[in-house]
């Protein structure tokens, strides 16, 4: 059949998911960001991180830098330039306080998770490199949630850029997961002067990577990936440079797959145009 046997551990709970005996778990909304790059010799590169195995949600699975949304996410004080938190709200089908959310989620996450930082002294420039202790303590109080992105932004004086960020895709978790998330995923390209860096706690390795490289090795299995991350890599595989990535144009589609039982076994069941991605050698 079409579909991907999923883990022993989930058949019950699918089994009790798609009879109604289970309610499905709420999604979370969530950002995760395809930081992206021009390499001199490797051409377009995407910036992955490999979760250790202790997480909860997709151990060893590697992945782009990203999370859950905070509630401060949305305070409305944080200065801001680029599209307006409506116009996010347009390509995302959010409403405007969610689309705000999301948008600085994904800049918080991408900062807490590599050190890039899509924010500037003005709307017009952009912070350089953002390795350094008095960093990694700002850092550090944004993991432990003791300092809001508003409020980090705001005692360093910086405006966030949400026009570095380009809206890609839509994923939503299977029902039948215990830990689910309504995720949005943006692009974005690395500042000049930054360095993505190993910093994460929840990562045991990190790797810029070619994204049909990346994509062929989550479709063998040699990388364990979700078919989210096989889809957006096997879709940047198309493009030749960061430009070219960052002026394409994007319909974002709500994605969310599908279980199927068969003969007592619980089975993925990807979008058509989702599984022509696993197809391709």
Request: hydrophobic share 45%.
């Amino acid at each position: 059949m079409r579909g991907r046997r999923l883990p022993r551990e989930l058949w019950t709970r699918a089994e009790d998911v798609l009879s109604g005996r289970v309610e499905p778990a709420p999604a979370r909304p969530a950002a995760t960001v395809a930081v992206i790059r021009d390499h001199d010799e490797h051409g377009l590169q995407v910036f992955l991180l490999r979760r250790v195995r202790s997480m909860a949600f997709a151990p060893g699975a590697y992945v782009f830098p990203g999370g859950a949304v905070d509630p401060r996410d949305g305070e409305a004080s944080l200065a801001w330039s680029g599209p307006s938190p409506a116009a996010w709200g347009a390509a995302f089908d959010a409403d405007e306080t969610l689309a705000r959310e999301l948008v600085c989620a994904a800049v918080r996450e991408t900062f807490e998770e590599s050190l890039v930082l899509l924010a500037g002294p003005t709307a017009e420039t952009v912070v350089g490199d953002t390795r350094g202790g008095d960093w990694e303590a700002d850092r550090q109080a944004l993991l432990d949630r003791s300092q809001s992105l508003g409020g980090f932004l705001d005692r360093r004086g910086l405006v966030l850029r949400s026009d570095l960020l380009r809206p890609w895709a839509h994923w939503i978790t299977p029902a039948v997961e215990p830990k689910r998330y309504d995720t949005r995923f943006f692009v974005a390209a690395i500042p000049a002067g930054q360095r993505a860096g190993d910093v994460s706690t929840e990562a045991d390795r990190v790797a810029w990577v070619r994204p049909a490289e990346a994509a062929e090795r989550g479709r063998t299995g040699e990388w364990l990936m979700l078919p989210p991350t096989v889809a957006t890599l096997s879709e940047l595989a198309g493009f030749e440079t960061v430009a070219d990535v960052l002026a394409a144009p994007r319909e974002i589609i709500a994605y969310e797959p599908e279980t199927e039982i068969v003969d007592g076994e619980a089975y993925l069941v990807l979008p058509r145009d989702i599984e022509r991605y696993y197809a391709a050698r």
